[in-house]
């Protein structure tokens, strides 16, 4: 029976193709495993943390008929591997673009992109902080986007922001699916009282803008481990 597979099927879907294209001699992406490892694993543990309270509190769940069954800290390790290949994927696709085409011309946009975020976040964290998924999403991304703009001065949001809207069709597919879309019933299951029930076919919003922090750190850091190496290898 292969319904146990499902989660694991939807990673494995998700990451394979990145994974294989990777080593293509023209883009030769496995030269930078290491400094996305370094990256994922230091936006990842924040997240996982996120992760096991939500869980331990009931404000989301996971439908174990849909996992291989092996639960580690309250979260079952397909969850584990989402915080490490999906970013992969992301990731290896913002690579890609940067690698082909200009996309400098985004970062123009990229003040009305943190002024918009800013607004928006402070405004849902205001007007729904009683609910748990809400606020805390709102809150981390306003923060984020506060930290890469005004403090660590990065000027690449607008590359990156378009690059989250070219991998959309990629997010309502995995996060369709692990909430239901196709499916007899949702892998992950949200408590209705703890986000504001807005919904992107089964995709709660909240999804898009915890997605999209996550991203955005992971970009950020894999930038600064790139800098890193390449100031290293030219002493």
């Not at 405004?123 to 606020?135: I, S």
């Not at 909240?206 to 992971?218: C, H, K, M, P, S």
Request: hydrophobic share 50%; aromatic share 20%; glycine share 4%.
């Amino acid at each position: 029976m292969l319904q146990p597979y499902t989660y694991l099927f939807v990673i494995f879907g998700a990451t394979i193709i990145c994974f294989i294209a990777s080593f293509h001699r023209h883009l030769q992406f496995n030269k930078q495993f290491k400094s996305f490892l370094k990256a994922s694993c230091i936006v990842a543990l924040p997240f996982i943390i996120w992760d096991i309270w939500f869980t331990a509190n009931g404000v989301w769940w996971f439908n174990t008929n849909y996992t291989i069954g092996l639960i580690i800290a309250g979260l079952p390790i397909e969850e584990w591997l989402f915080f490490f290949c999906i970013p992969f994927s992301c990731l290896f696709t913002y690579f890609c673009l940067d690698r082909f085409f200009d996309l400098r011309w985004t970062n123009s946009f990229s003040q009305i992109i943190v002024f918009i975020v800013v607004i928006l976040c402070s405004v849902l964290a205001l007007l729904h902080h009683a609910k748990t998924y809400t606020f805390v999403t709102t809150v981390a991304t306003l923060v984020g986007i506060v930290y890469l703009h005004f403090i660590a001065k990065q000027e690449w949001i607008g590359q990156a922001s378009f690059t989250y809207i070219i991998l959309s069709p990629g997010f309502f597919i995995v996060n369709g699916i692990l909430t239901g879309t196709c499916l007899a019933s949702p892998i992950v299951n949200y408590n209705p009282n703890e986000f504001l029930g807005i919904r992107m076919l089964t995709i709660p919003v909240e999804d898009a803008i915890y997605g999209y922090t996550q991203f955005l750190f992971v970009v950020y850091f894999f930038k600064q481990f790139e800098q890193k190496k390449i100031k290293t290898n030219s002493e």
